[in-house]
Structures are given as structure tokens and as C-alpha cells.
């Protein structure tokens, strides 16, 4: 098939005969069909197909037309591609229609699409050649309009996807202190007290008294003994060791006045094989693979310690380095550090922004719903740390909902530049490339942003605007979006189309738009007015889209529009 529309149509008007003197007279529209009409925007695109049935002894056999499908809108018109047919004495490589039988032509029509052409004609151009003689037939109108529905898809209400803070309110520290036995003793040794580790444990607890922005958990005491002995000998020894290590800890308490410790709890385990593996594992001696492998074949305690007393030549080295250091009561206190409140957080950023630090920053923006609040302190995040890049990616979160593109586009990017892995600032560039229509460029920062909050929405998009409605709705999945309604009427999903607009929690302009468009779709015409009215309330440039759009066009409209 060559470059050129071309077929010769013998439709309409008076029976042609196939002498050389006779011409092709003006075709009727009335032969042609179109699908779909009237034609619909599919991606940037406006495809259909014309046919046209040719009857018989309608084309005359010395006879090659050109037919030119143009569009045309206001003051200007596009020609799709030409397609050429002819007669059977005709030379040439063009569909050849019988002159006794006539024939089906068939054709593809596409055009680049733009808003104009929501209000136009499908024109077919007729030229035609018929040996020396070269001649024009009229113009015929085979349809009507555009369809545009698919274009109200946009990346603009899709939200960017935020970096997160690290932000606790409270911060859980753990502080050990161990004290240590002598072999086969439970008493507490003085020595034993001087410790630095038990020394700030008792501090802490101590400064949590009184403190509200310190809470007490509990305390725990865990006495050991170390795996030789015996289980009845170390069984009693740990238990021991326990209850003096409590004695202890309570007149400690009593002593300096600490009374808000939260639950105390005790237990003790009489040998303590998992200590002497992980002392063993982490030690420098020669044979610990050898003990580990002991360790792993014997779980009986007894016969454990009996394969390790039987490895003499070790067994020193273990008595010296390892066992001493599980014979040991662990005090361990678990204190809760509560931050600031949210209402100390907005203060202290109204007060002294740098007093705050870049994580509860980032989350003090989360406490507002006003954008210019969430600007001001995204920049003070930036200033806090202008490497970090999460403030640069949620300063451009903010910009994109306000409608600045080109400046969330340039924080985006600056984000990248220190974070070039982030999923969020790839979503969030792809997202800055749909609103510009660069579907290749959107589509290979949604490819490496897998895992990025709202990704699912911003594919939604990216396939609305590919044309592919069916990826599209799978990838907006239970989203109550008007994005994912669209999705559902581009594939004549009415009725949940339908659902899903109606769950929209903040319906605006465009949901009552498309809610008018399920009325016509439906034929449902008081749908189609009172929400066409809601929608024009909304947003008065509607009513001029409105008064074009071919989903009306069965509708008078007319009091809604004017």
C-alpha cells in the first residue's frame, strides 16, 4: 500500500458507464461509515477507520482516485494520510475495485491531537484521475467532532510522593550495668559499686526523677552463673545472686529517694551456655572451633560441661578469660525520652527555627495544612542541612500542589543530584515530565521509583495519557480519584465509575464534569444537567467546554452553558 489515500468511489448520483468519455460524479455521504463516531482523542492522538461500500458498476475501470481525509476546525484543517484504489485497467499497485462486483474500501484516518479540534468536520478530499484528464469531486462530510474525554486526565492533582522523617516522640534508652561474683559467691562486693556503668545508670535514674520529658520503664535484674558447676550447685548460686542484687538495688532506691522507676523485675539462669558461646565465638582462642563445634553436638547441660572439662588443654584458658565474666548480675534500665509536643515543635520553629533539627522539622510540616507554612519550613530545613535531601524533595511537593511547576521541577531535581536512588524524587520527576507530555522520559523515572507512595496513581496517569485504559484502571486499582474514574469510563465501566466518584471525599469542578458525562453516556439527561451546573459553578471556564464537547451533544445544555 503506498503513501496515498486514493480509492475511486462510483457512489451516488446517476449509474456510471465505464466509456472513456464519462467522469465520476459527486459521492454521497451517505456511503461512507466511520469508527468511532464521532472520533475520540485515544493518548495524543486522534485514530478512526473510514469505510466506505462501493456498489456495483459504480467505479468505472479507467478511473484512480485520491482520497485525502481532512479535519477540520475553525479556520484550519489537517490532512491524515491519502490512500489510493483504481480501476482494473488502471496500472499500479493500489486495492484494484471491480467495476461488475464494486467492493469494500477500507481506511485509517490519524491526527495529532489539539483542543480545536473538539468542534470539527471529518472531510473526505476526492481526486481523481481518469487517463489524460485530471479532476476534483466535492468534498464530503463523513463525521463530526471530537471526542476529548480521556484529555481531562492529569498529573496535576496526582500529590508527590513526601520523604519521611525520622521524627520519635519518644526515644526508648537502655542502661546496663553488670555486677560481677567471685566463683561460687553471691555476696555484692563493694568494688563491685565503683563501676562507671552502674555510676550512670544510677545518675539517670536519679535525673528522671521529677523530669517529665523522662520516664522510668522498669528495671530488670538478670543474674547468670557461669556454665560449670553443676546445674543443682548453679541453680542456687544464680538464685542467690539474684535476690542480693535486688537487696541491693532497692536500698539504692530507697537511698536517693528514686520512686518513680516504673515495674522492677528479677530472673536468674543457673547456667549460662548462650553468654559462653557468644564470649567464645567473639574470644581469641586458639580452640573455639573446637568448643563451638562441642557447644552445637551436645545439648545436654551436663554432658556439655563434661566434653568441655575433657578439652584440659583449653579449659584453663576458658576458666581464666571466659567463665568469670558470666558469673554476673546484669541491671538493666529502660528509660523513655519523650520529645516535644506538637504544639512545642510549632512554637519553637515560630521562636528559633535552628533550634529544631532537620528530623522535626520535617515532621513539624506535618502538622499544617497551610502550603506557605509547609514552604517556609521546608526552606528552613535546607538551611539546617542543605545536603540533606528531603527538604529540596518535599519543598518541590509543595510547589507541584501549588502549581509551580518549573520550580518544583528544579527542587526535584536538586534532590537527585544528592540522592540519586531516592524512589520518592524519581516518582516525583516522572510526575514534572507528565505535566510536560514527555511520556518516555515519565515512564523511566516511574520504572526506578518502585515502592514510592502514590506510584500507583502517577502509572493511572501515565497509561490514561498512553490511551491504554486497561492498564490504566488496574493501575489505579481501589483508588477514589477522578483520574481513576476517568479510567473506568474510558473502558465503559459506568456503574463503577460512577462508585467512585461518588466516594471522592472533596469532589471539585471536574468530578461533577465527569459525573455529567456518565449522564450522557447513560442517557440520563437530569444527570447530565444538574452536575454540568455544579461543575460550571465550580469552574466557569467549563461552560465554553462544555458547549464543544460531543459527549453533549444529544443534550440541550443550553441554560447550563449560557
Do not use: H
Not at 149 to 163: F, G, L
Not at 205 to 213: I, P, T, V, W, Y
Not at 457 to 483: H, I, Q, R, W
Amino acid at each position: 500500500m503506498n503513501s496515498k489515500l486514493t480509492f475511486s468511489i462510483l457512489l451516488g448520483g446517476a449509474l456510471m458507464f465505464t466509456s472513456c468519455g464519462k467522469k465520476l460524479t459527486e459521492i454521497g455521504a451517505e456511503y461512507f461509515s466511520v469508527n468511532p463516531s464521532p472520533l475520540e482523542v485515544v493518548g495524543d492522538k486522534v485514530p478512526a477507520t473510514v469505510t466506505a461500500q462501493i456498489p456495483q458498476k459504480f467505479f468505472l475501470k479507467d478511473a484512480e482516485v485520491t482520497v485525502t481525509p481532512y479535519l477540520v476546525y475553525g479556520d484550519k484543517e489537517t490532512a491524515s494520510a491519502p490512500y489510493t484504489v483504481q480501476g482494473e485497467k488502471v496500472k499500479g499497485n493500489n486495492q484494484v475495485i471491480s467495476y461488475e462486483n464494486g467492493g469494500t474500501v477500507t481506511f485509517p484516518v490519524m491526527y495529532a491531537y489539539t483542543p480545536e479540534m473538539a468542534k470539527s468536520d471529518l472531510m473526505l478530499d476526492f481526486q481523481v484521475q481518469q487517463g489524460s484528464k485530471t479532476y476534483a469531486l466535492p468534498r464530503v462530510k463523513v463525521a463530526e467532532g471530537v471526542i476529548s474525554t480521556s484529555t481531562i486526565a492529569t498529573a496535576a492533582t496526582v500529590e508527590p510522593a513526601a520523604s519521611t522523617d525520622k521524627f520519635q516522640r519518644i526515644i526508648n534508652e537502655k542502661y546496663t550495668a553488670d555486677i560481677r561474683f567471685l566463683i561460687n559467691q553471691t555476696n555484692v562486693r563493694k568494688s563491685e559499686l565503683k563501676s562507671s556503668e552502674l555510676a550512670a545508670l544510677k545518675q539517670r535514674l536519679n535525673e528522671a526523677q521529677g523530669d517529665a520529658k523522662l520516664e522510668v520503664e522498669g528495671i530488670n535484674i538478670s543474674s547468670y552463673a557461669s556454665p560449670d558447676g553443676g546445674v543443682k550447685l548453679n541453680t542456687r548460686i544464680a538464685e542467690g545472686r539474684e535476690k542480693n542484687t535486688q537487696k541491693y538495688l532497692n536500698q539504692t532506691l530507697k537511698k536517693n529517694k528514686i520512686k518513680e522507676f516504673g515495674e522492677l523485675t528479677a530472673d536468674f539462669t543457673p547456667q549460662d551456655w548462650e553468654g559462653f558461646q557468644q564470649l567464645v565465638a567473639n574470644s581469641n582462642i586458639q580452640d573455639k572451633d573446637l568448643i563451638l563445634s562441642v557447644l552445637s553436638m551436645y545439648k545436654d547441660p551436663e554432658q556439655r560441661e563434661r566434653e568441655i572439662r575433657n578439652l584440659s588443654a583449653v579449659f584453663d584458658q576458658l576458666a581464666e578469660e571466659i567463665l568469670p565474666q558470666l558469673r554476673r548480675s546484669r541491671l538493666t534500665a529502660s528509660i523513655n525520652v519523650i520529645g516535644k509536643s506538637d504544639e512545642e515543635l510549632m512554637a519553637a520553629f515560630n521562636a528559633d527555627p535552628t533550634s529544631l533539627s532537620v528530623d522535626e522539622l520535617l515532621y513539624t510540616a506535618t502538622l499544617t495544612d497551610d502550603n506557605a507554612k509547609r514552604a517556609e519550613i521546608y526552606k528552613a530545613c535546607i538551611k539546617r542541612d542543605a545536603n540533606d535531601y528531603r527538604g529540596y524533595n518535599n519543598l518541590g511537593m509543595v510547589q507541584f500542589a501549588e502549581g509551580d511547576y518549573s520550580a518544583a521541577k528544579a527542587n526535584f531535581e536538586k534532590a537527585q543530584k544528592l540522592a540519586p536512588t531516592s524512589n520518592e524524587v524519581k516518582m516525583n520527576l516522572g510526575l514534572c515530565e507528565l505535566m510536560d507530555n514527555n511520556l518516555r522520559n515519565a515512564n523511566n523515572n516511574f520504572g526506578a521509583a518502585a515502592g514510592a507512595e502514590g506510584l500507583n496513581e502517577a502509572l493511572g496517569v501515565y497509561y490514561l495519557k498512553l490511551g491504554d485504559y486497561n492498564n490504566a484502571v488496574k493501575a489505579f486499582g481501589d483508588s477514589k480519584s477522578n483520574n481513576a474514574a476517568l479510567a473506568q469510563i474510558m473502558t465503559k465501566d459506568y456503574s463503577k465509575a460512577k462508585n467512585t466518584l461518588s466516594a471522592i471525599a472533596n469532589p471539585d469542578a471536574t468530578t461533577y464534569y465527569l459525573l455529567a458525562v456518565l449522564g450522557a453516556r447513560t442517557n440520563n439527561e437530569q444527570m447530565v444537567l444538574s452536575n454540568l451546573a455544579q461543575a460550571v459553578k465550580l469552574d466557569g471556564s467549563l461552560a465554553q467546554k462544555a458547549a464543544t464537547d460531543m459527549e453533549f451533544a444529544k443534550f440541550n445544555i443550553s441554560s447550563v452553558v449560557m
